[in-house]
Structures are given as structure tokens and as C-alpha cells.
């Protein structure tokens, strides 16, 4: 079976903006991706959702902002705390054929240890990370 070529783009994505849309663009591009999987959380285990917009209103923005994505509701279907390693787990379940590349910014890099099941997520997955555009200060 030929192994289809997945980024997995996970995040908050209240709102999605321009860094995100450039850095999956990056690794779609550079990886030569054969399909782009974005997901958005629903509810962020590292940060406080006091104003997280809706459910329907991210899926809404990450569409529009992601044209020639997936865009999944695996997390919100699922429901509490977003885990990366659950989500993991179940995609790779949903499709063994899927070699998967999971996508960060540099600034998720950084607590990356602290993620839950974190050498579990580097066993199954090619890490991809790089700095978001407006994280790169002018001279």
C-alpha cells in the first residue's frame, strides 16, 4: 500500500492567521505533502480558553483560511482536553496509510516536553518545526 504523505496542523486557531496559514504552506510545500490535516482544538491543555470562540466559528475560520486543507473535528467530536497523542492515535487508526508529519511553530517547540506523551508523539510522527513569519523580529 502506498503510504500517503499527512501533515497534521493542530492548534487553537482563535483566530488563524497569517503565521499559520505560511508555516503549513512552508512544510506543504518543501515536504511535497500529499494532504494537509488541519485540527482545530477543542479545549487547549496549555492555555487558558476563557476567550476561546466557538467550536463552529473556528471551523468556520480555519476553512477559510485553509482552502486546500482537511479540515477535522476530531477533537471537538471528542470533546474536554485536546491531547495531541489521543488525536494521534486515533487518526493513525482512522488511516494506517497515512505517514504522518506533524507541524508546530517554533514558539510549541519550546514547552514540547511538557506535552503529554511527548516521546510517544516523536516515535510516530516526523516532527516538522519552524519559526512563524511574525515571530521573526526586523533588524
Known amino acids: 500500500m502506498k503510504q500517503i504523505k499527512c501533515g497534521i496542523f493542530g492548534g487553537t486557531f482563535n483566530p488563524p492567521h497569517i503565521g499559520h496559514t505560511r508555516l503549513a504552506e512552508h512544510f506543504v510545500n518543501e515536504l511535497k505533502l500529499d494532504r494537509l490535516l488541519v485540527i482545530p482544538t477543542a479545549e487547549p491543555p496549555h492555555k487558558a480558553s476563557a476567550d476561546l470562540a466557538s467550536s463552529e466559528d473556528r471551523m468556520t475560520m480555519c476553512m477559510l483560511n485553509f482552502p486546500d486543507a482537511l479540515i477535522s473535528d476530531i477533537e471537538m467530536v471528542r470533546g474536554g482536553k485536546s491531547y495531541t497523542y489521543d488525536t494521534l492515535c486515533e487518526i493513525k487508526a482512522l488511516y494506517p496509510e497515512y505517514e504522518l508529519y ?11 516536553h511538557k ?15 519552524a519559526t512563524r513569519e511574525e515571530e521573526i523580529s526586523p533588524e
Open 102 to 112: 506533524f507541524i508546530v511553530g517554533s514558539d510549541m517547540l519550546l514547552s514540547f
Open 115 to 129: 506535552w503529554y506523551k511527548f516521546e510517544d508523539i516523536i516515535s510516530e510522527v516526523t516532527l516538522c518545526v
